[in-house]
Antibody, heavy 119, light 107 residues
Framework: QVQLVQSGAEVKKPGASVRVSCKASGYTFTSYEINWVRQATGQGLEWMGWMNPNSGDTGYIQKFQGRLTMTRSTSISTAYMELSSLRSEDTAVYYC????????????WGQGTLVTVSS | DIQMTQSPSSVSASVGDKVTITCRAS??????LNWYQQKPGKVPKLLIYIASSLQSGVPSRFSGSGSGTDFSLTISSLQREDFATYYCQQTYNTPKTFGQGTKVEIK
């Protein structure tokens, strides 16, 4: 069965960086796009960007330009999301999602990783 | 960026009620509209893709319709397990924006 297993919760100080991993199993990792979505406590879903695990191509929303990096290791079927220069407003649950073959819908989600930014 | 606006922001309903949530895009998105359900403390779950296609395993009381800029999600007979927040998302282009969510609460 398809699974996306993310790394554990993180607590970071303002200005630091965080890297969240997302290990995929149950399907061919390089055949499906990975997106990252975040959700602050009590708030809605915010789409952050995409990565093609086959080519490594990426795209990020404007507000994260220069702070967000998505990478992957195909040998271990793992995607990574690194966010730098953290601010308190980056405190949120971060999800990796697999983009399905129909309509680019997010058909499988990781369990989420809580990133807390606090001094 | 394409803006997605859901209405209402919240709705109170009883078990057995028919509930309809709407989602409007700021420009035409053809049928590239998906619906997700999120229960408190849980991961979002895909319900409907390409406006009206039911994701495998999702009960048939859920249905989606629309194209262009106006879409809707209908729950034909609300069940207790359907009380949750629902989000629409456009995947016509990037950024793949979400609506702000609609909370379905127990009356």
């Amino acid at each position: 069965q398809v699974q996306l297993v993310q790394s554990g919760a993180e607590v970071k100080k303002p200005g630091a960086s965080v890297r969240v991993s997302c290990k995929a199993s149950g399907y061919t990792f390089t055949s499906y796009e990975i997106n990252w979505v975040r959700q602050a406590t009590g708030q809605g879903l915010e789409w952050m960007g995409w990565m093609n695990p086959n080519s490594g191509d990426t795209g990020y929303i404007q507000k994260f330009q220069g702070r967000l990096t998505m990478t992957r290791s195909t040998s271990i079927s793992t995607a990574y999301m690194e966010l730098s220069s953290l601010r308190s407003e980056d405190t949120a649950v971060y999800y990796c999602v697999r983009v399905g073959l129909y309509g680019d819908a997010a058909d499988y989600w990781g369990q989420g990783t809580l990133v807390t930014v606090s001094s | 960026d394409i803006q997605m606006t859901q209405s209402p922001s919240s709705v109170s309903a009883s078990v057995g009620d028919k509930v309809t949530i709407t989602c409007r895009a700021s420009q035409s998105i053809s049928s590239y509209l998906n619906w997700y359900q999120q229960k408190p403390g849980k991961v979002p779950k895909l319900l409907i893709y390409i406006a009206s296609s039911l994701q495998s395993g999702v009960p048939s009381r859920f249905s989606g319709s629309g194209s262009g800029t106006d879409f809707s999600l209908t729950i034909s007979s609300l069940q207790r397990e359907d009380f949750a927040t629902y989000y629409c998302q456009q995947t016509y282009n990037t950024p793949k924006t979400f609506g702000q969510g609609t909370k379905v609460e127990i009356k």
